[in-house]
């Protein structure tokens, strides 16, 4: 999608006058690199304007790129601000605009990136090829970094807040969600490197592979079990089995009472049952 050259329009506006855009991807800002920013501001003000549109029915700039230099300006007790009105952007070019150019900024937390990409690529119906394109990254980065929101709110949070980075994410998105969750958990509350909580997933994934396979055996072994029963009883069976509990149940299906005297006999209480 084209966007318009901008127009010469710069201006001062009060801060009071600006309100936060609709697509910015951004959730969660750094206090202290917000301070950072506020402590330049003090210093040497707002070197690139903010990027607004008008909006006519409430009389405030909406801000499509530049959130932060407007947060760290009222840090900073800066009233007024530079800002560029754009309002020849179509809500889709000003969507676009927000999107990529926060997204070709560092300071995005990997959650905020990622959803922002899916948004790109939902709002424009392009490729993960095309989106990396359009935000300087290359294709695997795209779809490593989408992969990200599969993973368990619980571990996205400690993306969002820094406690865990995409590196970290990166070794546990295939585990189960109990699993990520709890290898999170510890790798945040004993700082583990990258290496180690991929040590951590490794050891998970070679538990759960040993599992799978005893399971598949176990059920091997019933399935045999029960054709053996059918076929000696003449009679359909079904055989549950709990390993967790190491029992389970064997059920026989006979449908009228002269089979049920039959397997009765067969078990030598015909009897019984008739005395």
Not at 220 to 249: A, Q
Not at 264 to 270: K, T, V, Y
Request: aromatic share 6%; net charge negative.
């Amino acid at each position: 999608m084209d966007i318009p050259i901008a127009e010469q329009n710069d201006r001062y506006v009060d801060v009071d006058l600006l309100k936060r855009g609709r697509w910015q991807p951004r959730r969660y800002f750094d206090e202290t690199k917000l301070q950072e920013l506020a402590d330049s501001i003090e210093q040497v003000g707002i070197i690139e304007p903010i990027i607004t549109r008008f909006d006519k029915h409430d009389g405030l700039y909406e801000i499509i790129a530049g959130e932060r230099r407007w947060r760290a300006a009222q840090l900073a007790m800066v009233y007024q601000v530079p800002v560029m009105v754009r309002n020849d952007l179509t809500d889709d070019q000003a969507r676009s605009m927000a999107l990529i150019e926060n997204l070709q900024r560092e300071d995005l937390n990997p959650i905020e990136e990622a959803e922002g990409i899916q948004a790109l690529i939902d709002q424009l119906n392009i490729t993960h090829q095309e989106a990396g394109g359009r935000t300087g990254k290359s294709r695997p980065y795209i779809t490593n970094s989408l992969r990200l929101l599969d993973l368990h709110p619980t571990v996205q949070d400690y993306l969002r807040t820094g406690d865990l980075n995409a590196g970290h994410a990166k070794q546990i998105y295939t585990l189960p969600e109990r699993m990520q969750i709890d290898i999170a958990r510890m790798a945040v509350k004993l700082g583990w490197s990258v290496r180690q909580i991929g040590k951590r997933a490794v050891e998970l994934k070679n538990l759960l592979s040993k599992e799978g396979q005893g399971v598949e055996r176990v059920n091997s072994d019933i399935n045999r079990v029960e054709s053996i029963i059918s076929e000696h009883y003449s009679m359909p069976t079904k055989l549950d089995f709990d390993p967790k509990k190491s029992r389970g149940t064997l059920t026989f299906e006979w449908n009228s009472i002269d089979e049920l005297h039959g397997l009765l006999n067969a078990w030598g209480l015909s009897e019984k049952t008739q005395g």
